[in-house]
């Protein structure tokens, strides 16, 4: 029997919708299938893949939330709020997140995006530390840690570079230093199809893109003489851009004031709100009867694995309707043309695994089960060793 190198490739972004629209890769990976996304966005999906748990058990939800006991690691922005309007374009902010994260030690992915300054001051933030090492996601394991365990040879993407030079790695990993093991990140199709998803052609082309290299690299890797297991994996997919809704506008004609009356993350899709005075709530609530969206029950936080008992990332959550984006939000004070994050249900939100091998009975149905088709495969390489 031939060794077998396992080679799962993360393409972020790459929705069902997307993938069964372009047919992409169909005949080098006939195994296929639509996957239910995690509710929230990359930040609550990809911990949940690289550790098969919900963001309620790994902790990662949202990438700002409500400091504990008013102790944000970014009090010190409260005196610097007056110059908001001076880091307010995105090079700057992006420059401002990389001298912040430097400071405070962050080796995560970590980035202000447009959160007000004064907003900043009564927050703090979830991804400070690389989730794909060993350790990451401690006390919950991680993709690192059981590979690290198995006595593997494995090669896992560096997150920070481009996808050109992951591949290349990945390439390299597999036919220099005889990794068997290899989990590919990519992300650059994110931020293109935010831009282009409404037009089908510049995706194909795009797409083609990703054939070509995929298709390269499994030449390279056959030419081993081993056998090659090719698994492409999606966080979630991409909806168009169907209108804007100005939440925090809406809040602030009722006479809501943030910081005094209740606080806020807005995210694109989601409005997360903590209430700090008693009447907050009902106030908020009122204040958005007619916005296009929907509160998301107790019931529901449970179902998609975001029930937090400390309500860390918010006591009430606001979900806008597919397609319709918070403008201005705290990660961009423009809408996007395609936007995640909506609802799970969404035709657009779905997820996607593509694979020119059958997924060994294992059922995937979420995200998080990938987790445990790379695991089994971790288990079947061992025996093979
Ligand atoms: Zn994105």
């Not at 510049?202 to 070509?212: D, P, T």
């Amino acid at each position: 029997m031939k060794n077998t190198v396992e080679v799962f490739l993360f393409v972020d972004a790459l929705g069902w919708e997307i993938v069964r629209r372009h047919k992409f890769l169909a005949d080098l990976l006939p195994y296929r299938q639509r996957v239910d996304m995690q509710f929230g966005y990359s930040c609550s999906a990809i911990p949940t893949i690289l550790s098969g748990e919900r963001p309620d058990k790994h902790g990662h939800f949202c990438l700002f939330y409500k400091a504990v006991d008013g102790k944000s690691p970014f009090s010190f922005f409260k005196y610097f709020r007056w110059l908001n309007f001076l880091f307010d374009r995105g090079r700057v902010r992006h420059q401002l997140s990389k001298l912040v994260g430097k400071l405070k030690g962050y080796d995560g992915y970590f980035q202000l995006y447009t959160v007000p300054f004064d907003h900043l001051a009564k927050l703090d933030y979830c991804e400070k530390h690389d989730i794909f090492v060993p350790g990451g996601l401690a006390p919950v394991n991680n993709l690192a840690d059981v590979l690290l365990a198995s006595g593997l040879n494995y090669h896992i993407s560096n997150w920070r570079k481009s996808e050109i030079y992951n591949f290349e790695a990945a390439r390299k990993a597999v036919t220099e230093d005889g990794a068997e093991f290899v989990f590919l990140y990519t992300a650059g199709f994110d931020g293109f199809a935010h831009d282009n998803i409404t037009d089908d052609a510049l995706i194909g082309g795009r797409l083609k893109w990703y054939e070509q290299k995929i298709k390269e690299l499994y030449a390279a890797l056959t030419a081993t003489g081993k056998e090659v297991h090719l698994t492409v994996i999606s966080d979630h997919g991409m909806t168009p851009l169907k209108g804007t809704f100005d939440l925090a506008g809406a809040l602030a004609a009722a006479g809501l004031v943030w910081g005094k009356d209740f606080i806020s993350c807005l995210d694109a899709t989601l409005a997360r709100f903590w209430f700090e005075k008693p009447d907050a709530a009902d106030r908020v609530v009122n204040a958005l009867k007619r916005a296009p969206g929907k509160w998301i029950s107790k019931g529901q936080c449970k179902f998609y694995g975001i029930d937090f008992a400390d309500h860390r990332y918010g006591e009430a959550i606001f979900l806008m309707d597919a397609g319709v984006q918070i403008s201005p939000c705290d990660l961009g004070r423009k809408p996007l043309n395609g936007m995640h994050g909506f609802s799970p249900e969404d035709k657009d939100s779905y997820a996607a695994i593509l694979s020119n091998t059958d997924f060994d009975k294992v059922q995937i149905s979420h995200v998080a089960d990938y987790f445990r088709l790379m695991t089994r495969r971790i288990g079947q390489l061992k025996e093979q060793a």
